[in-house]
């Protein structure tokens, strides 16, 4: 099975503030990943797939970039709205359907 | 509007039976992948079962020979049996529809959630 490791697994950050959360896969996925956000008490938001297409509705300051193993998401400025947990997520060989641990981001 | 909603979630005994709802409206069920998606208190998500549009299902090793995925055409709803249950089941479960955007696929709608408790 496909491993996803993100990082860092805590990130502190204020509004304003850019910031890029990194997503590796145990091997090679190409562009076969997916973000998603999580607020406290919500279920899970679809933000990101095919690694760097945004789904429809999502803000424009969010984006992602990579391929093969490595992968990052961006906000390129924080809104109070955007503090939460971001999950990424294979979808190159599945089943299993592998998450990342999460990186949960935080107000400084 | 597309929209999942789950059910049947409650405090259940180790060893015990539950079985989980999701009801789908704005899509048929049966034409798309479905998919159970928990996360246990203060965890991150973990992939359960998928039931793909043709019928075949697949499981976490974590749940397989324990969990049954199914769902009732007539009903456009998603079911998850869960039997032998264990404190480590104790999770918020999510149904979830996948998207296949061709060159991979996403979930894509998520419902609100339903939290089993394994504890005696």
């Known amino acids: 099975d496909i491993q996803m490791t993100q990082s860092p697994s805590s990130l502190s950050a204020s509004v304003g503030d850019r910031v890029t959360i990194t997503c590796r896969a145990s091997?090679?996925?190409?562009?076969?990943l997916n973000w998603y956000q999580q607020k406290p008490g919500e279920a899970p938001k679809f933000l990101i797939y095919a690694a760097s297409s945004l789904q429809s509705g999502v803000p424009s300051r969010f984006s992602g970039s990579g391929s093969g193993t490595d992968f990052t998401l961006t906000i390129s400025s924080l809104q109070p709205e955007d503090f939460a947990t971001y999950y990424c997520?294979?979808?190159?060989?599945?089943?299993?359907?592998?998450f990342g641990q999460g990186t949960k981001l935080q107000i400084k | 509007e597309v929209q999942v909603v789950e059910s049947g979630g409650g405090l259940i005994q180790p060893g015990g039976s539950l079985r989980l709802s999701c009801a789908a409206s704005g899509f048929t069920v049966s034409d798309k992948y479905m998919s159970w998606v928990r996360q246990a208190p203060g965890k991150g998500l973990e992939w359960v079962s998928v039931i793909y549009a043709g019928g075949s299902t697949y499981y976490a090793d974590s749940v397989k020979g324990r969990f049954t995925i199914s769902r009732d055409n007539s009903k456009n709803t998603l079911f998850l049996q869960m039997n032998s249950l264990r404190a480590e089941d104790t999770a918020v479960y999510y149904c979830?529809?996948?998207?296949?955007?061709?060159?991979?696929?996403?979930?894509?709608?998520w419902g609100q959630g339903t939290l089993v408790t394994v504890s005696s």
């Open positions: 091997q090679s996925i190409s562009s076969y």
């Open positions: 997520q294979q979808s190159y060989s599945t089943p299993p359907y592998t």
């Open positions: 979830a529809r996948i998207y296949d955007y061709g060159s991979g696929s996403s979930f894509d709608y």
